[in-house]
């Protein structure tokens, strides 16, 4: 009874554990999955846009504002660059490499100059970038008339903004969490010593996920380069629908020996159990009772773990500086929001959770709305969307709205609005930024 009492125990520990790692894996894709969407949302755009540009003489000063505002809107993002034909930097979100002629030199450049394949969206593997850090960025080319290539756009992703994702995940001591290319290359974990490192080696975890042909999957074995036992939950990021070359893979990962410990000591403890009850089975039973008991109260420990985890993901978005929120697209009601609505449009959160943006004016009336949430039916996300939005003073406020469906709830998670005015004294139209949304 005890071997298979424990046996027991052992196996729903595995379980547990492996359906934790993975739910945090799928955390992390349910963030990046939107970032990478709107990245490449961002160079299309920039594509259809540029040959207009170059006909403004101020043209240079217009694209460096638009790539500042798209990593503004994009904080995946780390630099935008659109290159010409030759290698040289004709725009970029950090003006400093303007003109600079590094990209003719990346593997990224002539990649895109070799294959001139406008409908792929290139994922590069990590490599050492401008700014001396390791990336990895989407790439798209462009062609001119004669459908001869023309130069390329980039968007690097920001590693920094990788490992406070995949921090955020982290719920014990000994969890690692790392994002890795399909080469095998780390691109960005919670320990730094792994950025850089190859753990596409044959037999490695990474490797028998790879080539098991899954999306997800869950293993133990030994990790190559920590040389520790570990018990890992992978899922890969494969965006077909834009053409993606390549793909990334979040792993989540525990050293075996922490979660197996209370299971050790149980059953150390139910073995030396057995012999005491040969003397005292009454005895010997409540001990064995006790132990199972600290081991529930172990797991509820790791419980509580995971659970504050989530409550810094929470955190993070009710702090952030932005106006930020989520809403049902099939009638506008608000899932969630933070503060900031109150600073940018009047309206507290509590007025605002459980109500429909029409019901409470945000939208000017249901006709104005329904175009968009056509749209986002169709499409899935939209970038920039210029419409009008209503201050709760009953000031109309000209907007530009970025959002994305999720699969809570049926819900759209809105990702940036901007508030667009004239100046009274010129004239011109300027844009203030309102944040993500």
């Not at 729903?12 to 992390?28: F, I, M, S």
């Not at 992703?157 to 890795?180: G, N, Q, R």
Request: aromatic fraction near 8%; glycine fraction near 6%; hydrophobic fraction near 45%.
């Amino acid at each position: 009874y005890l071997s298979y009492s424990a046996y027991g125990d052992y196996q729903r520990t595995k379980r547990e554990e492996l359906a934790r790692l993975a739910q945090q894996a799928a955390v992390v894709e349910s963030t990046l999955v939107p970032q990478l969407k709107a990245a490449n949302l961002s160079l299309l755009s920039l594509i259809e846009d540029l040959p207009r540009w170059q006909q403004e003489s101020d043209f240079r000063l217009r694209i460096n504002r638009r790539l500042q505002v798209l990593n503004d809107l994009v904080p995946g993002v780390r630099t935008v660059l659109v290159v010409d034909a030759q290698g040289e930097i004709l725009a970029a979100s950090n003006p400093s490499v303007v003109g600079s002629r590094a990209p003719a030199q990346q593997q990224w450049f002539r990649r895109a100059q070799e294959n001139n394949a406008p409908q792929t969206l290139y994922l590069t593997p990590p490599y050492q970038s401008l700014v001396s850090a390791t990336s990895v960025a989407l790439v798209r080319s462009m062609v001119n008339s004669k459908g001869e290539f023309d130069g390329a756009v980039y968007a690097a992703l920001h590693p920094e903004f990788a490992k406070i994702l995949l921090s955020s995940v982290v719920y014990t001591p000994d969890t690692l969490s790392s994002l890795v290319h399909a080469n095998g290359t780390v691109f960005a974990s919670t320990d730094d010593s792994l950025v850089g490192k190859d753990v596409g080696i044959p037999g490695s975890l990474f490797s028998r996920h790879r080539d098991s042909g899954q999306t997800t999957s869950t293993h133990i074995g030994m990790a190559t380069l920590a040389g520790l036992d570990r018990i890992i939950a992978q899922r890969t990021i494969a965006l077909s629908d834009l053409g993606m070359s390549s793909y990334l893979v979040v792993a989540v990962a525990r050293n075996f020996e922490a979660v197996f410990a209370p299971w050790r000591r149980g059953a150390a403890l139910a073995a030396g159990m057995f012999a005491a009850l040969v003397l005292a089975a009454i005895g010997g039973l409540a001990l064995y009772q006790y132990v199972r008991m600290r081991n529930a109260a172990e797991k509820l420990l790791a419980d509580s773990a995971l659970a504050q985890s989530q409550r810094r993901f929470t955190a993070a978005f009710a702090a952030a500086p932005i106006a930020a929120s989520i809403a049902r697209l099939k009638d506008g009601c608000f899932i969630e929001a933070n503060r900031n609505y109150e600073r940018l449009f009047g309206w507290t959160r509590q007025e605002i959770i459980g109500k429909s943006s029409v019901e409470l004016g945000v939208w000017p009336d249901a006709a104005t709305r329904a175009p968009w949430a056509k749209a986002m039916q169709q499409h899935g996300e939209l970038v920039d969307y210029e419409t009008v939005w209503m201050h709760k003073n009953g000031q109309r406020r000209h907007v530009s709205i970025s959002a994305a469906l999720t699969d809570v709830d049926g819900g759209v998670s809105h990702l940036g609005v901007r508030h667009r005015h004239q100046c009274p004294q010129t004239g011109r139209r300027n844009h203030q930024h309102l944040g993500l949304l």
